[in-house]
């Protein structure tokens, strides 16, 4: 490519960084990142092919520049861990609504499958559940508790046990992605079909609102995050399957980082959900508007989080920055 070729295309990218490291705006973490790999990786295209030449000049003066802005004398906020999730994670994840959207469909259907296999056979939801399972829901129905399983056990013990046990799920569907996205599909494609069949068995023994009543209590919260650390384990895959511009290694790695980020934000809602599992679920006499007000107070607090609030953030900082880093 001919040097005024290469800077006709690349200008405006290096305008855009350049006024962003010298005007200090306020940019997404890893949008700044990016921007300066992207950077060097044309200053090392200028070294190669137009060596001493002004554009060479002018990248190695831009490269160091960012390079001192962004590594010298960096300082953590003693509130680090608190601007993760108030803010960085946030302006972070809108860049991944699609892949979440993906997540969610591919959730949904497999539990559309496992509702419709149990409707229209009898024994699917042994096959899934088990029969040591299926066998002791059926006496607590019998005994006009379809939930009781949810009472066994101290409250702190069953809230470790199960906070523990939802954040593995959690690792694991992000783990699966490192086989492509397929390992993760599969992970949510199961634990669709399993909530499918779980679900529906209730509503085959007719106490469907009585049980359902109870289980979205915590169900809301966990059922919704085990799709978001989908999407993370979604998010690794892809970048192995679709590297784009990057080499397969340098996509993996920032794909594996991506992903890495959402599961960590998942882990106070687990604990969140554990809780609720633990301490409340159990009691299954609560008034009716006791348990609704639970379960959409969980439901908004998700669709909040993960979906208006990045929207609304981005936004709002779009406004105050002077350009985008491509």
């Given at each position: 490519?001919?040097?005024?070729?290469?800077?006709?295309?690349n200008?405006?990218?290096?305008?855009?960084?350049?006024?962003?490291?010298?005007?200090?705006?306020?940019?997404?973490?890893?949008?700044?990142?990016?921007?300066?790999?992207?950077?060097?990786?044309?200053?090392?295209?200028?070294?190669?092919?137009?060596?001493?030449?002004?554009?060479?000049?002018?990248?190695?003066?831009?490269?160091s520049?960012?390079?001192?802005k962004?590594?010298?004398?960096?300082?953590?906020?003693?509130?680090?861990?608190?601007?993760?999730?108030?803010?960085?994670?946030?302006?972070?994840?809108?860049?991944?609504?699609?892949?979440?959207?993906?997540?969610?469909?591919?959730?949904?259907?497999?539990?559309?499958?496992?509702?419709?296999?149990?409707?229209?056979?009898?024994?699917?939801?042994?096959?899934?559940?088990?029969?040591?399972?299926?066998?002791?829901?059926?006496?607590?129905?019998?005994?006009?508790?379809?939930?009781?399983?949810?009472?066994?056990?101290?409250?702190?013990?069953?809230?470790?046990?199960?906070?523990?046990?939802?954040i593995?799920?959690?690792?694991?569907?992000?783990?699966?992605g490192?086989?492509?996205?397929?390992?993760?599909?599969?992970?949510?494609?199961?634990?669709?079909?399993?909530?499918?069949?779980?679900?529906?068995?209730?509503?085959?023994?007719?106490v469907?609102?009585?049980?359902?009543?109870?289980?979205?209590?915590?169900?809301?919260?966990?059922?919704?995050v085990?799709?978001?650390?989908?999407?993370?384990?979604?998010?690794?895959?892809?970048?192995?399957?679709?590297?784009?511009?990057?080499?397969?290694?340098?996509?993996?790695?920032?794909?594996?980082?991506?992903?890495?980020?959402?599961?960590?934000?998942?882990?106070?809602?687990?604990?969140?959900?554990?809780?609720?599992?633990g301490?409340?679920?159990?009691?299954?006499?609560?008034?009716?508007w006791l348990?609704?007000?639970?379960?959409?107070?969980?439901?908004?607090?998700?669709?909040?989080?993960?979906?208006?609030?990045p929207?609304?953030?981005?936004?709002?900082?779009?406004?105050?920055?002077?350009?985008?880093?491509?």
């Open positions: 490519m001919r040097e005024a070729a290469f800077v006709k295309q200008k405006e990218k290096w305008i855009a960084f350049e006024k962003a490291i010298n005007y200090n705006a306020h940019i997404n973490p890893d949008e700044l990142a990016n921007g300066y790999i992207q950077l060097t990786n044309d200053l090392a295209y200028a070294q190669t092919y137009y060596a001493e030449s002004k554009t060479l000049l002018y990248l190695n003066s831009l490269a520049q960012a390079h001192q962004i590594y010298k004398n960096k300082k953590e906020s003693r509130n680090r861990i608190f601007d993760f999730w108030k803010t960085e994670f946030p302006l972070f994840f809108r860049q991944y609504h699609k892949t979440l959207g993906i997540a969610f469909l591919i959730f949904i259907v497999a539990t559309a499958i496992g509702s419709i296999s149990v409707i229209n056979d009898d024994t699917f939801v042994r096959l899934i559940l088990g029969d040591a399972y299926v066998n002791e829901t059926l006496n607590n129905i019998a005994n006009g508790d379809p939930t009781a399983i949810y009472k066994g056990g101290s409250e702190i013990g069953s809230f470790l046990g199960i906070t523990i046990n939802n593995k799920v959690a690792f694991m569907a992000f783990s699966f490192v086989i492509t996205s397929i390992g993760t599909a599969y992970i949510l494609f199961s634990n669709g079909v399993m909530l499918g069949a779980f679900i529906t068995f209730f509503y085959t023994q007719e469907f609102y009585q049980a359902n009543k109870q289980i979205w209590l915590h169900g809301t919260i966990e059922i919704s085990i799709i978001i650390a989908g999407c993370a384990g979604l998010i690794m895959g892809n970048s192995i399957l679709f590297p784009k511009t990057y080499s397969r290694r340098v996509s993996f790695m920032k794909g594996a980082k991506d992903g890495l980020k959402v599961v960590v934000s998942t882990i106070p809602f687990f604990i969140i959900a554990g809780f609720i599992e301490f409340i679920t159990r009691y299954s006499n609560m008034p009716p348990a609704f007000l639970v379960i959409g107070s969980s439901l908004l607090l998700i669709l909040f989080y993960y979906i208006f609030y929207i609304l953030l981005n936004h709002a900082h779009a406004n105050q920055r002077p350009g985008k880093i491509y």
